[in-house]
């Protein structure tokens, strides 16, 4: 399952690696960044770094880590230059997987976080006319842990099956520690339920991957969704639900259902 969070969706971009400028790279103007974030998601599986920069018409951005050590650098060409550049970019680093059963096990959760330390991190960016573009934002390694789905829950190996008029509730307990018992203070911040029709597949339009998706964001006392009758079709389904930190970071736990054809 692709697993996606609240950012906005990029695409068509096509963007390059900057070599490094002999020239000045900014003008004396500075400006601020809309907004600069990087956050870490963690899933039963794996590990990434997602990182979002939120700006109208720049050309260019670099991003430092709190060693001051450049991680980003990224600059437009041709024709998107033309068109003013970027106005917001989100991407994510390659998963890093953890659990050291699975075949594809690269790393621990523990090489993941010295690899990306928390503190400050900087960006900056060339807007209109060489404009200097500024952004900071913190990065912690405080990580909820794992939300625990209480339901639906699956009929021994397979998953659950629903009819379309059935009362759906996506339910699981409130998460109050942190990720495999790390001593830290965490506060949940909201939580976010995301479904995907998982077949049958949507194949043309593209419009935002393969499958049909709703997104339900809840306050943080909130554990439980009923599933909009409307949204409800006959076919397989599969749900995140996310416990999103005061930091950003965040945690995901999956599930799976099937919706039966009607009579």
């Known amino acids: 399952?692709?697993?996606t969070r609240h950012f906005p969706a990029i695409c068509c971009l096509s963007l390059?690696?900057?070599?490094?400028?002999?020239?000045?790279?900014?003008?004396?103007?500075?400006?601020?960044?809309?907004?600069t974030v990087v956050i870490i998601e963690l899933t039963d599986n794996d590990i990434e770094l997602q990182v979002?920069?939120?700006?109208?018409?720049?050309?260019?951005?670099?991003?430092?880590d709190p060693n001051e050590v450049r991680f980003i650098d990224l600059k437009t060409r041709g024709r998107l230059t033309d068109q003013n550049g970027f106005s917001e970019i989100f991407f994510a680093s390659e998963p890093s997987h953890y659990l050291e059963e699975e075949d594809d096990y690269d790393e621990s959760v523990a090489d993941f976080l010295?690899?990306?330390p928390a503190g400050e991190y900087e960006f900056e960016g060339t807007g209109p006319g060489g404009v200097r573009l500024e952004g900071e934002t913190m990065l912690t390694h405080v990580l909820p842990d794992l939300p625990l789905i209480v339901a639906p829950?699956?009929?021994?190996e397979d998953p659950p099956v629903f009819a379309p008029d059935d009362e759906l509730i996506i339910d699981w307990d409130p998460v109050t520690t942190c990720f495999e018992g790390v001593v830290c203070d965490i506060e949940i911040f909201e939580y976010q339920v995301i479904l995907d029709q998982a077949e049958p597949e949507r194949v043309d339009?593209?419009?935002?991957?393969?499958t049909r998706r709703a997104l339900i964001n809840l306050p943080p006392d909130v554990t439980e969704v009923t599933v909009p009758t409307e949204f409800i079709a006959p076919?397989?389904?599969e749900f995140e639900v996310l416990a999103i930190e005061v930091s950003g970071n965040s945690t995901i736990s999956v599930g799976e259902f099937d919706i039966e054809e009607e009579d």
């Open 1 to 3: 399952m692709t697993h």
């Open 16 to 35: 390059a690696l900057a070599a490094v400028l002999s020239a000045p790279l900014f003008a004396d103007e500075e400006d601020e960044f809309g907004a």
């Open 52 to 64: 979002f920069i939120d700006g109208f018409d720049y050309t260019r951005v670099v991003g430092y």
């Open 114 to 116: 010295a690899r990306w």
């Open 153 to 156: 829950l699956p009929d021994g």
């Open 205 to 210: 339009p593209w419009v935002d991957g393969d």
């Open 235 to 237: 076919g397989a389904y």
